[in-house]
């Protein structure tokens, strides 16, 4: 059995769910979208909304830097 430090439901209110924001365009969501890319970048995660990801998939399959996009 584990146990997790903090006692259960006592940890405090519950924090709002993040809002995917688009790296190339800005555009947002509010739930998790299965369209969207997920892509690391120098170590920082990016999310690019369906759009943007059909717009650039050669690159971002291709991994090219952004920049090139």
Same mark, same amino acid.
């Given at each position: 059995?584990? +146990? /997790? +430090? $903090? !006692?259960?439901?006592? #940890? !405090?209110?519950?924090?709002? *769910? =993040? ?7 800005? @555009?947002?969501?509010? %739930? ?6 997920? +892509?690391? =970048?120098? $170590? @920082? ?5 369906? &759009?943007?990801?059909? #717009? /650039?998939?050669? @690159?971002?399959?291709?991994?090219? %830097? *952004? &920049?090139?996009?």
């Amino acid at each position: 059995m584990t +146990s /997790h +430090s $903090g !006692g259960g439901d006592d #940890d !405090g209110p519950e924090a709002e *769910p =993040e809002r995917l924001v688009c790296a190339r365009c800005g @555009a947002r969501a509010e %739930d998790p979208q299965p369209t969207w890319t997920y +892509s690391v =970048e120098n $170590g @920082a995660p990016r999310y690019y909304c369906e &759009q943007c990801s059909r #717009d /650039h998939l050669r @690159a971002i399959e291709g991994r090219l %830097d *952004p &920049q090139w996009w």
